[in-house]
């Protein structure tokens, strides 16, 4: 079984790298859940004048909507362990 490699500083100092980790990952996870939102919206534009492009519009939009909720779950659980710390 492979070491964990050692990290330097307390655990005052691990616990702040994380939330400034965590904090630094909300606002472009955010940004990039509304660019989902708004390639959904497209697709619904697309489909309602019924061009045929709306189907992979939206298909994609789906993905990335399903990709990034996997995400935010992951953040999510990065932020708490930051919060309760080592």
Do not use: C, N, Y
């Not at 616990?15 to 660019?35: I, N, S």
Request: net charge negative; proline share 5%.
């Amino acid at each position: 079984m492979a070491k964990r490699p050692r990290v330097a500083g307390s655990r005052e100092d691990w616990r702040a790298r994380m939330v400034d980790l965590a904090g630094r990952m909300e606002v472009p996870l955010h940004r990039a859940r509304g660019l989902a939102d708004a390639l959904a919206f497209v697709g619904h534009g697309l489909e309602s004048m019924e061009d045929d492009g709306a189907r992979p519009v939206l298909t994609l939009a789906g993905v990335l909507a399903d990709d990034l909720d996997s995400i935010t779950r992951d953040w999510q659980a990065l932020h708490d362990l930051a919060a309760r710390g080592p």
